[in-house]
Structures are given as C-alpha cells and as structure tokens.
C-alpha cells in the first residue's frame, strides 16, 4: 500500500538548509498499525507530512497504492490526499464556533460527496465515536479526549485508506489517551491502515509495528509481538 524508498527532505529557508529525512525506506501492507517514534526533530513530521501528501519529498519514490506520488501535480496530490488520506492532529485542529457535526462533515465537502448525504454520514460517524450525544456541541464545550474523537469521527469522513495521526495523545491524559487508542485499534481491526506518531512507549505498545527515527534515518522496525492475554 506504502512503498517508499531512499526518500529525502531538504527544507531550504534561504539561510541553512535543514536535512530532515536522509535516505528513508519503508514498506507497509493494508491492516498495519505502525507507530513512528524518535527524539523531536528526528523527522517524523516531516515523514507524516509526505506520507499524507501535504508535502513532497525532495527526492526518492514514494507510491502510495500503485501511485507516484513524488511526480503528480499540486492538484493531483490534493486529489490523492482527499480520497485517501485521513488526518488526527495532536492538538485536534477543530474548526472554533463549529457543531461536531459540521466539523465531520467537512472533509465529505473536498471528497465530492453528496450534500444530502453529508449530515447522516457525520452523524453516524460520531455515533462511531461515542459521541451520538455531542453532536451539536461546540469543540470548546467538550474534554480533550472527546475533541480527539470528533477529529478522529472527521478522518473518517472521507472513508480514507489510511489514517495519518501525529502525536494524537499528546495533549491528552493516561486514560483518555488509552481509550483513544482503543478506538484507533477498533478502526485497524475493521481493516485501516494507521500510522501514528508518538513519544510513548505505552502508546506505541497497542501498535503491531514500531518503526524508530534518529536524524533522519530509521534505527529500528520491529514488529512487536502479539501479547498473550
Ligand atoms: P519531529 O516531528 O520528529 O520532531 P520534524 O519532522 O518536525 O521532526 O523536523 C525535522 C527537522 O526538520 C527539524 O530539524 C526541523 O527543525 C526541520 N523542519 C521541519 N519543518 C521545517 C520547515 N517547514 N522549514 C524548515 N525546517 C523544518
Ligand atoms: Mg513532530
């Protein structure tokens, strides 16, 4: 599904350039669940950023299911990213004075979906979430953990592929972050591909895979072993 290889990010501000990825090869079939871990600014931003076609690699192969990403247009990339791609951002990213439900419905807007169709699609989506309760809250009427589901209800809307999610419990406490890695693992077993970064070995211990950035480079891919309950 994600094939990259000898993939490399310069970031040139004119002043210094910043050699954020250096050489980069990975493969990751349909159903992983990967955690991408390292120090801060070892590049796994940078990685997601690519990987979610936001941005692009300044050198190196990146297809995302039998697709070259490195050489499609800005239009293309866009197109690619909003059929396929979902996103959870570690400080949620809600769209303020917005209903959790129109903020679900957002991403249907860019992925073509039937207007008529959007408002049950999100409700459902929420529900999904356990949040059938909140749909007409505001983000700053709910906890961290529930902004986390709404953002996390959002990703789905477009019914991507893959889910992108940078530190989603960064800013969350031990139990709302383990109750949303729940749902990140109900989602893998429903057949996502999801990959998210972390500083937490706890957190990286639901994943299947854990694949470790030092300066650019990958220094580890493991695949963690199924504990026997
Ligand atoms: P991480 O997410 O692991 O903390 P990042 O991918 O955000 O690391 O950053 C990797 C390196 O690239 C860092 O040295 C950072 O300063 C640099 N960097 C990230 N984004 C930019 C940018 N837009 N412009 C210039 N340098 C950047
Ligand atoms: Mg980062």
């Not at 990975?26 to 120090?39: C, L, N, Q, S, T």
């Not at 992108?164 to 949303?180: R, V």
């Not at 937490?200 to 220094?219: L, P, S, T, W």
Request: aromatic share 4%; proline share 3%.
């Amino acid at each position: 599904m994600i094939n990259i290889k000898g993939l490399e990010k310069v970031y040139d501000t004119g002043k210094i350039k910043v050699n954020a990825l250096k050489g980069v090869d990975i493969h990751i079939k349909e159903g992983e669940f990967v955690a991408i871990m390292g120090p801060s600014g070892s590049g796994k931003s940078t990685l997601m950023n690519i990987l979610g076609c936001l941005d692009k690699p300044t050198a190196g192969e990146y297809t995302l299911d039998g697709t070259g990403v490195s050489t499609l247009s800005e239009s293309d990339l866009a197109h690619l990213r909003n059929r396929k791609i979902g996103f959870v951002f570690q400080s949620f990213n809600l769209i303020p004075r917005t209903s959790s439900v129109k903020n679900v419905e957002l991403p249907m807007i860019y992925a073509g979906f039937k207007k008529a169709h959007m408002k049950s699609r999100a409700q459902e989506l929420l529900q999904k979430v356990g949040l059938g309760d909140r749909m007409d809250h505001l983000p700053n009427e709910l906890s961290g953990g529930q902004r986390q589901r709404v953002a996390i209800a959002r990703s789905l809307a477009n019914d991507p592929a893959i889910i992108l999610a940078d530190e989603p419990t960064g800013n969350l406490d031990t139990k709302s972050g383990d109750e949303i890695m729940e749902l990140f693992k109900e989602l893998n077993g429903e057949g996502k591909t999801i990959i998210l970064v972390t500083h937490e070995d706890e957190i990286a211990d639901h994943c299947k895979r854990v694949i470790r950035f030092r300066d650019g480079q990958i220094v580890q891919d493991v695949v963690l072993e199924k504990k026997v309950k």
